[in-house]
């Protein structure tokens, strides 16, 4: 039986582009997880030869009303089916009530928390990255989903976690 990470952060962090960079040019299976919403999507992936599904979660959100608890809600159901969590925040934008709201679910799961600062693109967005220490998940992993900078060392924190 694979492992299984799940990949949580509010809307627009790049939740998506970082899975997209995982799987990279690996045949990607989509495939349907049974009894969970149809927004959520898992990746048969791996790393140095290890393999491990990936669920990307999010696109549920209807408005802005409730926002952080629909977010939140969403992440505790992918959470509770994990192995291990990688969440995802825009170390561009820094913390917001809606990634406070996940933190406090990843805190009741205690269950094993890589933390990604995405959009890193460049050495001027290091110091930001490091300002994510604040959320008390352990070291934040600065990488760009877009590019790829630093993804491997956060995947081998990933692999650590399992
Ligand atoms: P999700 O809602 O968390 O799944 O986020 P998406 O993967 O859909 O990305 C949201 C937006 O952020 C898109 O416009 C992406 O191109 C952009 N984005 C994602 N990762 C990065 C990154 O590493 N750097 C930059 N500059 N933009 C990114
Ligand atoms: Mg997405």
Excluded at 54 to 72: E, H, P, R
Excluded at 146 to 159: C, E, N
């Amino acid at each position: 039986v694979k492992p299984v990470v799940a990949v949580v952060g509010r809307p627009n962090v790049g939740k998506s582009t970082l899975v997209n960079r995982i799987i990279g040019r690996q045949e990607a299976v989509v495939q349907d997880v049974p009894g969970v919403t149809r927004d959520r999507v898992s990746y048969d992936a791996n790393w140095n030869g290890r393999e491990f599904i990936l669920v990307d979660t999010g696109g549920w959100v209807s408005d802005a009303t409730g926002m952080a608890a629909q977010i939140a809600e969403q992440a505790e159901m992918a959470i509770a089916a994990a192995d291990a969590v990688l969440f995802v925040v825009d170390a561009t934008v820094g913390t917001v009530d809606e990634d406070e709201a996940v933190v406090r679910v990843l805190r009741r799961s205690k269950k094993p928390v890589v933390l990604a600062a995405n959009k890193v693109d460049d050495a001027r967005t290091e110091a930001e990255a490091a300002s994510m220490w604040n959320l008390g998940l352990g070291q934040p992993w600065a990488v760009s989903a877009l590019h790829g900078r630093g993804t491997g060392d956060m995947l081998d924190a990933v692999l650590d976690a399992l």
